[in-house]
């Protein structure tokens, strides 16, 4: 059985408001070698649901209008991602999300660890399987793009009747892109504060195993204030679920 597999999304933001709507996507039995060597499955940066010979940029209002006359599908399984099948709720989602999370090329590259550019081509197919390539350009910045997409609809008009042209939109890479990882902010310990006591010490922390004790001050859960100790424990209701143990307030300092 073959389906499609989604890796990764990155919808576009244009200065006029538009989106490109980007993937990461390819068919679970095509395989290719990456630049090690290696095999795996084949997959490509492209527009989702752009037709052949329209622009891939698309309002906002009119890529939903587009994804909802999808729904509700035959099978309920739109595509493959994080290993499970996308369903109708799940793939209205994913677009709503994706709208949501959109960036300008110069944000997105902000949080990249490396920067990628887009790559646009405007070709069509001659005779057999001969490429005739129109327009293709290297895109880097938001302005760029605006104009990429200025001239895709100038040569759609000007090839009309004459040729049935592609666009193809995407990253110069054939991964998922990598956001720098933000530093922890480590929280400073008050030298001051409110620890709740256990028959065993201080409450260290709560999962859902149990309790854990410490003797220690320094790994004791801290509190600002003894209100907010005993709203924490009233809370997540631990003298009825663990009626054994004796539960306290402290002041340590």
């Known amino acids: ?17 538009r989106i490109v709507p980007l993937i990461l996507s390819g068919s679970n ?8 060597g290696h095999w795996r499955r084949e997959r490509s ?21 587009k994804v909802k006359g999808y729904v509700p599908s035959g099978y309920n399984q739109h595509f493959v991602r994080n290993g499970k099948w996308v369903d ?11 709208l949501k999370k959109a960036k300008t090329l110069e944000e997105l590259n902000e949080e990249l660890l490396y920067k990628h550019n887009l790559k646009g081509i405007v070709y069509y197919y001659g005779e057999g399987t001969a490429v005739h390539s129109v327009h293709d350009v290297t895109i880097k910045d ?55 006591t256990t028959d065993y010490g201080y409450l260290s922390k709560l ?21 907010k100790a005993k ?3 009233k809370e997540h209701d631990l003298e009825r679920r663990f009626r ?10």
């Not at 059985?1 to 408001?17: P, W």
């Not at 039995?29 to 090690?36: A, E, G, S, V």
């Not at 054994?244 to 300092?253: E, S, W």
């Open 1 to 17: 059985m073959s389906y499609e597999i989604v890796y990764a999304r990155e919808f576009i933001k244009t200065n006029d408001g």
């Open 29 to 36: 039995n095509c395989w290719d070698t990456t630049y090690c």
């Open 45 to 65: 940066w492209f527009p989702i649901y752009a037709k052949s010979g329209e622009n891939p940029a698309i309002t906002p209002e009119a890529l939903m209008t």
């Open 88 to 98: 109708d709720e799940c793939f209205v989602r994913f677009f709503e999300n994706g």
């Open 142 to 196: 938001s302005a760029e793009l605006d104009i990429f997409l200025k001239k895709v609809d100038e040569l759609i008009k000007e090839y009309s009747g004459k040729e049935k042209l592609h666009i193809s939109i995407g990253f110069n890479c054939e991964d998922v892109l990598k956001r720098e990882k933000k530093p922890r902010v480590k929280k400073e310990r008050l030298k001051e504060f409110y620890a709740i």
């Open 207 to 227: 999962t859902r195993r149990g309790v854990y004790s410490t003797h220690s001050t320094y790994y004791a859960k801290q509190f600002e204030s003894e209100d």
């Open 231 to 233: 709203k924490w424990l």
């Open 244 to 253: 054994k143990l004796t539960f306290g307030v402290r002041y340590v300092a």
